[in-house]
C-alpha cells in the first residue's frame, strides 16, 4: 500500500513539476482529472460603478442594473489592481492519438454556476447523462474548466462591483498565456478552444473581437450578440442579494453578490423542453452567485463584431433558450436549420475559417441539464476533432 501511494505522489509531483500541484478531483468526473490552483494578477480599467446598497426586492435590483448602465453610456472608470487564485480542474487526453494531445478545451461557465456545470453535476445527479466533461475525456480531449473570480472556489473580493468584463477578460487572458507557457499544466498545447456558456460565452466573443490571436478555436453556447431580451429576461429572473436568498450560503458575502430567488425564476430562465422536474430544484439549491458588475458584460458586446478573427467557430444553443433568443411568453425562440437566428450570426465573424450552428430541440439555456445533451456531446466533439486537425 505504500508503495502504491508513493507512485501515486511521484506522479502527481512529475505531472505539475513546471506547472502548479494537481490534487485528485471528486469522483464524479474521470479519475484522471485533476484540481488546480493558480494565481493571476490584473491591472485594467472599469466602470466606477455606484455602491450597491439597499438592494432589498427584485425591483431595486433593476433599478441598480439601469444606474450602472448609465455610468457605462457615460464611461465613468476607475484603476484596478487585484490579485486572484482561480481554481481549476484540468481532465487530460487519455486516448493514443498525437493530435489530440496537442488540443485542449479551456471551459468557461455561465453566470450563478462554477467549474461543475461542464460536469452537469450537482448532488443528487447522476452525471454520467448530463457530462460534457466526461463526453470530452471519452473523445480524447483536454479541458481545463475554471471557476471565474466570484464563483465556486476562486477569489470572491468582498466589492463585487469590481468583476467586470475588463477583469473577466483578464483572467482568460493571463490564464492561455500560462498555459502556453506551461505555467498550469507542465505539457505543450498547439492548439486553445475557446468553450463559453452564457456570460462565459460573452467572454469569448469579447476577446475574439478584441484580441482575435488569442485562441484557435471558439465553442459558444447559451449565446447571442443581441441583448434585446435581457430587460425582460433579467426583470423575470427575480435576482435579489444572495445573503438574502440563502444566509446559510452566502451570509458572509455582500450585497453585490446576487442570486435568484425562487425556484420558479430558475426553471424560467434555464429550463424548458425536456428535463428531469427535479433538475431546477436541484439546480436552484446549488445555485452560485452574479456580481453586479457581470450583467453589464451582455450590453457591452453589443455592435462591433469580430471582424479579424479566423479561427473556428462553432455556436450551440437550446431552440427554447430564453436568455440567447429572447422571450415569447412561454418559450424561447431559437428557430432550427438555416432559420435559426444563430445562423445570422455568421455575420459577427466574418473571416472565420469555418463556422457551425447547432440548434437543439427542446432544450432551455441550460442545455447540460436537459435530457437532450447525451444526444450532442458527441457530435459537439467530433465537429471540432474535425475542424482542428
Known amino acids: ?29 474521470p479519475s484522471a482529472c485533476r484540481d488546480l490552483t493558480y494565481t493571476v494578477q490584473v491591472n485594467v480599467p472599469i466602470l466606477d460603478l455606484p455602491e450597491p446598497t439597499s438592494l432589498g426586492s427584485t425591483e431595486s435590483v433593476l433599478e441598480y442594473f439601469n444606474k450602472i448602465e448609465q ?135 469579447q476577446l475574439a473581437r478584441d484580441q482575435p490571436k488569442m485562441f484557435e478555436g471558439l465553442f459558444l453556447t447559451g449565446w447571442n450578440q443581441d441583448a434585446s431580451a435581457f430587460p425582460r429576461v433579467a426583470y423575470k429572473q427575480k435576482f435579489k442579494p444572495a445573503a438574502l436568498v440563502n444566509a446559510t450560503r452566502f451570509g458572509n458575502l455582500s450585497q453585490g453578490y446576487l442570486a435568484m430567488s425562487d425556484v420558479g425564476a430558475r426553471e424560467y430562465s434555464f429550463y424548458s423542453g425536456l428535463y428531469p422536474y427535479t433538475m431546477p430544484y436541484l439546480d436552484f439549491a446549488n445555485q452560485g452567485t452574479l456580481a453586479v458588475g457581470e450583467k453589464i458584460m451582455y450590453l457591452e458586446g453589443q455592435g462591433p463584431i469580430a471582424k479579424e478573427y479566423g479561427g473556428h467557430v462553432l455556436i450551440m444553443s437550446g431552440a427554447n433558450d430564453k436568455v440567447a433568443c429572447g422571450d415569447d411568453g412561454s418559450f424561447g425562440d431559437c428557430g432550427q436549420a438555416v432559420n435559426s437566428s444563430l445562423m445570422s450570426l455568421k455575420n459577427s465573424f466574418p473571416r472565420a475559417s469555418t463556422f457551425g450552428s447547432y440548434v437543439t430541440p427542446s432544450t432551455g439555456h ?5 435530457y437532450t445533451s447525451a444526444y450532442v456531446f458527441s457530435a459537439i466533439s467530433g465537429w471540432w476533432a474535425y475542424q482542428i486537425y
Not at 455610468?71 to 484603476?79: G, I, Y
Request: net charge neutral.
Open 71 to 205: 455610468v457605462r453610456l457615460a464611461n465613468k472608470t476607475r484603476p484596478l489592481s487585484a490579485e486572484y487564485d482561480i481554481r481549476a480542474r484540468y481532465c487530460p487526453n487519455t486516448q493514443d492519438s498525437t493530435s489530440y494531445k496537442e488540443y485542449i478545451m479551456i471551459l468557461v461557465h455561465g453566470e450563478t454556476y462554477t467549474k461543475d456545470y461542464w460536469a452537469g453535476w450537482f448532488p443528487g445527479v447522476d452525471t454520467k447523462n448530463y457530462s460534457f466533461t466526461n463526453e470530452s475525456s471519452k473523445f480524447g480531449e483536454a479541458t481545463l474548466a475554471i471557476d471565474r473570480p466570484g464563483n465556486g472556489e476562486s477569489t470572491h473580493p468582498l466589492d463585487a462591483r469590481e468583476l467586470q468584463g475588463p477583469v473577466l477578460k483578464e483572467v482568460i487572458i493571463q490564464t492561455i498565456k500560462k498555459l502556453r507557457n506551461k505555467e498550469i499544466i507542465d505539457k505543450t498545447f498547439k492548439h486553445i478552444v475557446y468553450a463559453g456558456h452564457g456570460i462565459g460565452a460573452e467572454i469569448g466573443f
Open 366 to 370: 441550460s442545455w447540460v441539464f436537459h
Open 1 to 29: 500500500m505504500l508503495y502504491f501511494l508513493t507512485l501515486v505522489s511521484l506522479f502527481l509531483a512529475s505531472a505539475s513539476a513546471k506547472g502548479v500541484p494537481l490534487v485528485q478531483a471528486p469522483d464524479y468526473v
